[in-house]
């Protein structure tokens, strides 16, 4: 057995946690010889309920979990943390786009990026989950003075799962035969999913699809699935949504095999887009490092999408300037 490594988890009270959680104790993200000391942020006034989370995490005896904190305290969350997990956030309801929660939510980031700045492991690795992810790892990035802004990454690593089983069920493969998808941008209604350099089983997947179905069909149905998913259930998508973040960990820690995923990460200039947003990129990673995947062509249909996700991250950018130091 390795030496246990710390994961804070914000929000664990929340419905996403719930599922979160769980999956980390058993080994999922970090793997079966990890051991974890589970570090539990949630609100005063979710304390008592985040008790009864401890308690069934206990009742589990998980042989993987060395520890468990739950605090309302961020700095005591985060001491020494290796990997963060940022849910805690108000999630929206019917008819809200997610930017309609920066006021709410961005303001949650600033304290929490400065004690993850003065508490956490220098390699902390930090996952932004709550939304408006994108832009909410920009104001804790932007907080955590003392860390790279590299360390903060958002998710839109559900957005590449839905846009995997949606391509996957079309073509009648499993999800596994599916490579080089791409969610470009915000993870919001302008999001890119972009199948140009997909394979489905070796094959391109543009040579199995038409574009009538990319357009009218794929790319909406991606866009709007977690409004499809709170119209259904009533509340937005939980072990989904905390199945990608185990994914998005899992792979940053332990790596792709060459295989790409779309992590949201600070914007350097790749594909024109400038600095100064958290922006969806196509990446491999290896030694716990991501790494953009450079040189594919862009041709006028995506850059037209690739450019309006990013206009409207530079919106949301505008709207919480002052939260930025
Ligand atoms: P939830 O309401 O069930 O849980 C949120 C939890 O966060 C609550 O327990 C609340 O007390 C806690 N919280 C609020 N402020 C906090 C703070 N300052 N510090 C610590 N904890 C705090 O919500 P949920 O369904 O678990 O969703 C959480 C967030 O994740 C929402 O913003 C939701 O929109 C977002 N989300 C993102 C994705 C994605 O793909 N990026 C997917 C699904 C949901
Ligand atoms: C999702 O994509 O399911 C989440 O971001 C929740 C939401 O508000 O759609």
Not at 204 to 209: C, D, N, Q, R, T
Not at 227 to 241: E, N, V
Request: aromatic share 6%.
């Amino acid at each position: 057995m390795k030496k246990p490594v710390k994961v804070a988890i914000t929000g664990a009270a929340g419905q996403i946690a719930y599922s979160l959680i769980f999956r980390i104790a058993s080994g999922s993200m970090l793997g079966p010889d990890q051991p974890v000391i589970l570090q539990l942020l949630d609100i005063p006034d979710s304390l008592e309920k985040l008790k009864g989370t401890v308690m069934e995490i206990d009742d589990c005896a998980f042989p993987l979990v060395s520890g468990v904190v739950a605090t309302a305290d961020p700095m005591e969350a985060f001491d020494g943390t290796d990997y963060a997990l940022l849910v805690g956030a108000r999630p929206r309801g019917p008819g809200m786009e997610r930017k309609d929660l920066l006021t709410a939510n961005g303001a949650i980031f600033v304290p929490q990026g400065k004690a993850l700045a003065a508490k956490a492991s220098r390699d902390v690795k930090v996952l932004v989950v709550g939304n408006p992810a994108n832009t909410n790892a920009l104001i804790a990035a932007s907080a955590a003075k003392s860390l790279d802004p590299k360390q903060f990454t958002a998710m839109v690593r559900l957005d590449h799962n839905r846009a995997i089983s949606q391509l996957a069920t079309k073509t009648g493969v499993s999800g596994n035969d599916i490579d080089k998808i791409i969610i470009w941008g915000n993870h919001s209604s302008t999001q890119y999913p972009d199948i140009t350099s997909t394979t489905v089983a070796g094959k391109p997947a543009k040579s199995l699809v038409d574009q009538q179905w990319i357009e009218s069909d794929f790319i909406p149905t991606v866009q709007q699935r977690g409004a499809a998913i709170i119209k259904a259930r009533g509340l937005s998508s939980a072990a989904s949504a905390a199945s990608a973040a185990v994914d998005h960990m899992r792979d940053w820690a332990l790596g792709t095999n060459g295989k790409w995923v779309s992590m949201g990460i600070p914007s350097d200039g790749s594909y024109g887009i400038k600095p100064g947003v958290v922006y969806g990129y196509p990446v491999t990673c290896k030694d716990g490092k991501y790494e953009i995947v450079q040189g594919l062509p862009i041709d006028a249909f995506s850059r037209a999408r690739m450019d309006a996700t990013d206009a409207e991250l530079r919106e949301e950018r505008a709207a919480i300037e002052d939260l930025l130091a």
